[in-house]
């Protein structure tokens, strides 16, 4: 039997969770923004053209934050063209992903959605083919009142008061040799710094005011690049004390023709936390050298599952291709897990996150052009992490086995544990990595008498169970009998063999 360690102590907190981290990502990619959040003359678009059936799953999701328009588009983007009368915007080419851009949604319709669907933007600034001066005016459009050219133009296209966006990304993935106008860490570090202090100056707050813009500098493109994380230490070096954020980027992918394909799939979550563990290592090195007292975090913003070596079926240089769309599977659905577990086992430092992406593309829904919109098996999750997994990360003490993967040992029980003082709950968030059932003692001390208030798993027998067009319900959610809670403090709990579960506590 797993034994499973949790106390309410404060020596043992590993930081306060922003709701942040259960952001997520929308990029002109594919079909995440046509057919996806945006499609007039849909039976369930209202009269901008934005799908209410979406919105509302999104909702349901708890997603609080948005980042935009890009990932890789916006090295290539030039905001101007999505602004003004959709009669008079240009067509242009998207390099990035080999399609064509009809500019048909821009900033506005884009802030626009955010305010319908209850979600603060994120916007991302060019700073591949863009410069500063782009990002200063994107900046005036968006957030300054009035009286000046850009403020009153966006006052004259589409709304009288100013948007607001208080997070800033600074470029995207600047050190990979497929960016459009990529950078060395020097160049890219003296640039985002510019910029970061022009829109600074032009904000109406200091930063340490309450409400001042924050920014989130573009750390490696991922764990796997030659220039991680010398790359991350060079631009922290250059813009510690402005930047606010360093960006994550990390993809994770099912080999079945690796030796040990079930295995190394399963460890993700083990290697998530590894590579979290770096950059927090790198941000401290870059404090500790500049002796500093100012605090920067991690932004998780791109995260996810995807089969990256899957082939795109469909031509060039059209508008909103069918790529990138995975069916996640039941395993995809328990790794996936896993992986939300790491972002709240580093709460400590994760501040913001951004699943990539939303809708469609690598994303929980999936939409049919003209059809209904589906729960992909990774809805679940984070859904229930998302609604429930609020207060603050504690560290718990397992005595789980363990297996062997490529990345070294993981955990068959990967287990994550939050604590939300003001609703006087404890959430337990277990994944079973093991291919039996397991027993699990749940031993949470100093919380009071606790009663079980819920249970829930996720199980298949078939590991590549989905949910698709035809069987949306292949892969659900059951609600389960809460356990009992013995002298008020220890829960024994049965984990069918490769399956997630939730467990909600009151005292």
Same mark, same amino acid.
């Given at each position: 039997?797993?034994?499973?360690?949790?106390?309410?102590?404060?020596?043992?907190?590993?930081?306060?969770?922003?709701?942040?981290?259960?952001?997520?990502?929308?990029?002109?990619?594919?079909?995440?923004?046509?057919?996806?959040?945006?499609?007039?003359?849909?039976?369930?678009?209202?009269?901008?053209?934005?799908?209410?059936?979406?919105?509302?799953?999104?909702?349901?999701?708890?997603?609080?934050?948005?980042?935009?328009?890009?990932?890789?588009?916006?090295?290539?983007?030039?905001?101007?063209?999505?602004?003004?009368?959709?009669?008079?915007?240009?067509?242009?080419?998207?390099?990035?992903?080999?399609?064509?851009?009809?500019?048909?949604?821009?900033?506005?319709?884009?802030?626009?959605?955010?305010?319908?669907?209850?979600?603060?933007? $994120?916007?991302?600034?060019?700073?591949?083919?863009?410069?500063? !001066?782009?990002? #200063? @005016?994107? /900046?005036?459009? &968006?957030?300054?009142?009035?009286?000046?050219?850009?403020?009153?133009?966006?006052?004259?296209?589409?709304?009288?008061?100013?948007?607001?966006?208080?997070?800033?990304?600074?470029?995207?993935?600047?050190?990979?040799?497929?960016?459009?106008?990529?950078?060395?860490?020097?160049?890219?570090?003296?640039?985002?710094?510019?910029?970061?202090?022009?829109?600074?100056?032009?904000?109406?707050?200091?930063?340490?005011?309450?409400?001042?813009?924050?920014?989130?500098?573009?750390?490696?493109?991922?764990?796997?690049?030659?220039?991680?994380?010398?790359?991350?230490?060079?631009?922290?070096?250059?813009?510690?004390?402005?930047?606010?954020?360093?960006? $994550?980027?990390?993809?994770?992918?099912?080999?079945?023709?690796? !030796?040990?394909? #079930? @295995?190394? /799939?399963?460890? &993700?979550?083990?290697?998530?936390?590894?590579?979290?563990?770096?950059?927090?290592?790198?941000?401290?090195?870059?404090?500790?050298?500049?002796?500093?007292?100012?605090?920067?975090?991690?932004?998780?913003?791109?995260?996810?599952?995807?089969?990256?070596?899957?082939?795109?079926?469909?031509?060039?240089?059209?508008?909103?291709?069918?790529?990138?769309?995975?069916?996640?599977?039941?395993?995809?659905?328990?790794?996936?897990?896993?992986?939300?577990?790491?972002?709240?086992?580093?709460?400590?430092?994760?501040?913001?996150?951004?699943?990539?992406?939303?809708?469609?593309?690598?994303?929980?829904?999936?939409?049919?052009?003209?059809?209904?919109?589906?729960?992909?098996?990774?809805?679940?999750?984070?859904?229930?992490?998302?609604?429930?997994?609020?207060?603050?990360?504690?560290?718990?003490?397992?005595?789980?086995?363990?297996?062997?993967?490529?990345?070294?040992?993981?955990?068959?029980?990967?287990?994550?544990?939050?604590?939300?003082?003001?609703?006087?709950?404890?959430?337990?968030?277990?994944?079973?990595?093991?291919?039996?059932?397991?027993?699990?003692?749940?031993?949470?001390?100093?919380?009071?008498?606790?009663?079980?208030?819920?249970?829930?798993?996720?199980?298949?027998?078939?590991?590549?169970?989905?949910?698709?067009?035809?069987?949306?319900?292949?892969?659900?959610?059951?609600?389960?009998?809460?356990?009992?809670?013995?002298?008020?403090?220890?829960?024994?709990?049965?984990?069918?063999?490769?399956?997630?579960?939730?467990?909600?506590?009151?005292?």
């Amino acid at each position: 039997m797993a034994k499973i360690k949790i106390f309410a102590d404060k020596n043992l907190k590993i930081g306060d969770i922003d709701q942040n981290i259960y952001g997520s990502f929308l990029e002109h990619l594919g079909r995440a923004i046509y057919e996806g959040i945006y499609e007039p003359g849909h039976p369930a678009a209202d009269k901008d053209g934005f799908r209410e059936d979406v919105i509302a799953l999104i909702r349901e999701l708890g997603v609080p934050l948005v980042r935009y328009p890009g990932g890789n588009f916006v090295s290539g983007y030039d905001w101007r063209d999505g602004i003004g009368k959709r009669s008079e915007r240009k067509a242009r080419l998207d390099l990035a992903w080999t399609s064509v851009e009809s500019n048909e949604f821009g900033t506005d319709e884009f802030m626009k959605w955010c305010q319908k669907a209850g979600i603060s933007p $994120m916007l991302a600034v060019n700073m591949g083919t863009g410069t500063p !001066k782009d990002a #200063l @005016e994107l /900046f005036e459009y &968006c957030n300054h009142p009035s009286g000046t050219y850009y403020s009153d133009l966006r006052r004259k296209n589409a709304s009288e008061k100013p948007y607001g966006v208080k997070y800033w990304c600074i470029g995207n993935e600047m050190d990979g040799p497929w960016q459009i106008c990529g950078l060395d860490a020097d160049e890219y570090g003296k640039k985002a710094l510019q910029t970061m202090r022009m829109l600074r100056w032009a904000d109406a707050k200091k930063a340490d005011e309450a409400g001042a813009v924050k920014f989130v500098v573009c750390g490696s493109c991922n764990a796997g690049m030659k220039t991680y994380p010398e790359w991350d230490r060079i631009v922290l070096e250059h813009t510690y004390e402005e930047t606010d954020f360093i960006s $994550m980027h990390q993809y994770y992918e099912y080999k079945p023709d690796s !030796k040990n394909p #079930l @295995e190394d /799939f399963l460890g &993700c979550a083990d290697s998530m936390s590894d590579f979290i563990d770096t950059v927090r290592s790198t941000i401290n090195y870059v404090r500790a050298k500049k002796r500093s007292r100012r605090k920067v975090y991690i932004s998780f913003d791109e995260w996810n599952i995807w089969t990256q070596s899957a082939e795109r079926t469909e031509p060039d240089w059209i508008k909103a291709p069918h790529i990138l769309e995975d069916v996640y599977t039941f395993r995809d659905m328990l790794v996936f897990g896993g992986m939300m577990n790491a972002l709240l086992n580093n709460a400590d430092v994760v501040k913001a996150a951004c699943l990539a992406q939303l809708v469609n593309v690598i994303a929980p829904i999936v939409t049919q052009k003209g059809g209904p919109a589906i729960r992909q098996t990774t809805f679940y999750p984070f859904r229930y992490v998302s609604q429930n997994g609020r207060g603050e990360t504690i560290r718990s003490i397992s005595t789980s086995g363990e297996f062997d993967t490529e990345r070294g040992k993981a955990r068959f029980i990967n287990e994550a544990v939050t604590h939300d003082p003001a609703k006087r709950e404890v959430c337990v968030f277990l994944c079973n990595y093991s291919q039996k059932a397991e027993e699990v003692e749940l031993e949470l001390r100093s919380f009071g008498d606790l009663t079980c208030k819920q249970f829930v798993s996720i199980t298949s027998n078939d590991l590549d169970a989905a949910n698709t067009f035809a069987r949306p319900e292949a892969v659900l959610p059951e609600e389960r009998e809460p356990v009992p809670v013995k002298g008020g403090s220890i829960a024994d709990v049965k984990l069918a063999g490769m399956s997630w579960n939730f467990l909600r506590f009151a005292y």
